[in-house]
């Protein structure tokens, strides 16, 4: 995929806003905004073709996923989410702003508490639902069945290079997040 004008222009808004007291809440409004159409927006972002969509070492396929920019303060990309695999519990470390401009994102969420992490209520992000989460957030993604999610997920920080932790989705033990981890903490959806 070839980064569109709008995505552009969203990269730009959001490294101007990096100089704000709340860069977090600026480029969370900033979102909003541009997710008030979801059907023109998903109009202006090409489509992944079959051979741009990885499949993992295990054998998951997550979805597409186009890095727009990415530096130490900021990583903006188009990112797809396939029905058929429960991705694992993992933190970011630094603000998120998710927008879902087609399909949806189931989103389940996990608190910290004194001996590890406790499930939270959850929430599927509709077309068009934009999430701020936090520093300490922690979230899976999924997308229901028949229902692939098409989405720009903005980190405030290199989401790439960043210390951070995955979970074991059974026991919810804490690692190092790495992509082999992550891989093998997959859990193929039964309703798919
Ligand atoms: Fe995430």
Known sequence: MQTPPVLEELVATCKAALDDDSPHNTIHAAMRELFVDPVALAAQVPRFAEDEIETSPRGFRLGGEHVA??????????????????????????????????????????????????????????????????????HAISAPAGRPARAIHVYL??????????????????HLF??????????VAESA
């Not at 900021?74 to 087609?102: A, K, R, S, W, Y």
């Not at 209520?121 to 520093?135: F, I, N, Y």
Request: glycine share 10%; charged share 25%.
């Open 69 to 138: 920019h990415r530096d130490e303060h900021l990583t903006v990309m188009v990112l797809d989410t396939l029905p058929g695999t429960i991705q694992p519990p993992h933190e970011h470390n630094m603000n998120v702003v998710i927008g879902v401009f087609e399909g949806a994102e189931e989103q389940r969420f996990w608190a910290r508490t004194e001996n590890g992490i406790a499930p939270a209520a959850g929430r599927t992000l509709e077309t068009g639902d934009v999430m701020p989460l936090g520093v300490r957030g922690i």
């Open 157 to 174: 920080g290199d989401i790439y290079s960043v210390e951070r932790s995955v979970f074991d989705p059974e026991t919810l033990e804490e």
């Open 178 to 187: 790495t992509g082999e981890r992550y891989d093998e903490f997959c859990q």
